[in-house]
């Protein structure tokens, strides 16, 4: 036997033992701690390899008969390690799988995230919207309610004018009336001064024309009084 070979045989026992723990030991965390953990637990690989190939020089430099065992040992000191390396992979895979489930999930919730972000961007978008809407429909009521005050205003003032006008109308027909009755009073009025006019013509027409005969028959009664006998007038003439 080899007292070097039998050297690297202890280290390396003893870093398989370690190893095999830390590999347990990983498999039981998450997070940062596993990455350390099996960050660790690689080194120890190529610690391991380096003494392998150690015990490989030193045994290939014996005699035949110790050769021979020492690479049987050293056979299955490599399956030890290749052992070794399998659980990691499959704690790297795990971890990896475990990984993607979370990246998976994550990726799920950040395209929930996001599809809610536009649903509420819409949602906002829509409301917005529906408020400009309904100012517009509040701004159409108050002008409609302000025109429909305007008309009943107008339709006031043209029942007002249109009474004004009425009562301008029959004013009219009450001048008109008074007109026609002034006219008929002053027809009437003519009417009797034209009567009055022929009665009066009718009753100085005859005088006028015996008037003269008056006068005549009264002066020559005067002169035939003055020339008759003085002594008619004197009371026992003889």
Partial sequence: MSQVFDSYERQYCELSAN?????????????????QKISEVLGGFEDGEALIRKMDLEARS?????????LAKLREYKTDLNNLKTDVKRITSANTNQAARDELLESGIADTSMTSADQRARLLMSTERLNQSSDRIRESRKVMLETEELGVSILQDLHQQRQSLLHANN??????DNIGK?????????????????????SVFPFHFS????????????LGSEFEHPCHSLVGCS
């Fill in 19 to 35: 190893l095999s723990k830390k590999i347990t030991s990983a498999n039981l965390l998450d997070g940062e701690q596993k990455k």
């Fill in 62 to 70: 014996l005699p035949p008969s110790v050769k021979t065992m020492l």
């Fill in 171 to 176: 004013t009219l027909h009450g001048v008109d």
């Fill in 182 to 202: 002034s006219k008929k009073v002053l027809s009437n009025m003519s009417r009797r001064m034209n009567r009055n006019k022929w009665i009066i013509v009718e």
């Fill in 211 to 222: 008037l003269p005969q008056f006068f005549t028959s009264s002066a020559g009664f005067l």
